[in-house]
């Protein structure tokens, strides 16, 4: 197992644009994060799944942002109608239930660029 | 008042010093306590997890958790310049999932 692969890395974007990103998380863990990142700042939570079931929401996910897990492996995360304001790298995590606990593996990273 | 504070820095450190980075959380409940280091244009990776008070080491690493004060500290002893990179502190809630970042401090070893 290579840990958590995330697909593109980079994405550049038109504004008014919908992307979509990939997400393939370690094989044996159920729970997956989506976080976003600015420059200088943390990573802010966007939402996180339980197998197939999105299980928490942040207000950030706002409704241009759609995250699905349909089978319960890989997840992908669709941003429509791209705004500037989007430009972030966004990370995807994994973790056995204890997540919360122990702490999940990142993956590298999809910088998104919105021009 | 953010949830997680860290001081951005940078901090500059000489090489084989000792290197300490500080956060504070605000929750009481916060159950979980974690350092991540991320490289410039990386993405983070954990070092280390605490959850009881007191100290819990790690090679070179040593994070200290005091919940009476609400902070959590990371030791960096024989600092390296490979060292050199944004930490990040994060902590979860009783029961939940969610990592919740502070901003990160920039750390640089200088040689």
């Known amino acids: 197992d290579t840990g958590v692969s995330q697909d593109p890395r980079h994405k550049i974007t038109k504004r008014g644009q919908n992307v979509t990103f990939r997400c393939d998380p370690i094989?044996?863990?159920?729970?997956l994060y989506w976080y976003r990142q600015t420059l200088g700042q943390g990573p802010e939570f966007l939402t996180y799944?339980?197998?197939?079931?999105?299980?928490?929401k942040s207000r950030l996910l706002s409704d241009r942002f759609s995250a699905e897990r349909p089978k319960g492996s890989f997840s992908t995360l669709e941003i429509q109608r791209t705004e500037q304001g989007d430009s972030a790298m966004y990370l995807c995590?994994?973790?056995?239930?204890?997540?919360?606990?122990?702490?999940?593996?990142f993956g590298s990273g999809t910088r998104l660029t919105v021009v | 008042q953010k949830e997680v504070e860290q001081n951005s820095g940078p901090l500059s450190v000489p090489e084989g010093a000792i290197a300490s980075l500080n956060c504070t959380y605000s929750?009481?409940?916060?159950?979980?306590f974690f350092w991540y280091r991320q490289y410039s244009g990386k993405s983070p990776e954990l070092i280390m997890f605490?959850?009881?008070?007191g100290d819990k080491e790690d090679g070179r690493f040593t994070a200290q958790l005091n919940k009476a004060s609400q902070y959590v500290s990371l030791l960096i002893r024989d600092s390296q310049p490979s060292d050199s990179a944004t930490y990040l502190c994060?902590?979860?809630?009783?029961?939940?999932?969610?990592?919740?970042f502070g901003q990160g401090t920039r750390l640089t070893i200088n040689p």
């Open positions: 995590a994994s973790s056995l239930d204890t997540g919360g606990f122990y702490g999940y593996t």
């Open positions: 094989s044996e863990h159920n729970r």
């Open positions: 799944f339980q197998n197939e079931a999105q299980l928490e």
């Open positions: 929750d009481r409940g916060s159950q979980s």
């Open positions: 605490i959850y009881s008070n």
């Open positions: 994060a902590v979860t809630r009783q029961g939940a999932q969610k990592l919740v």
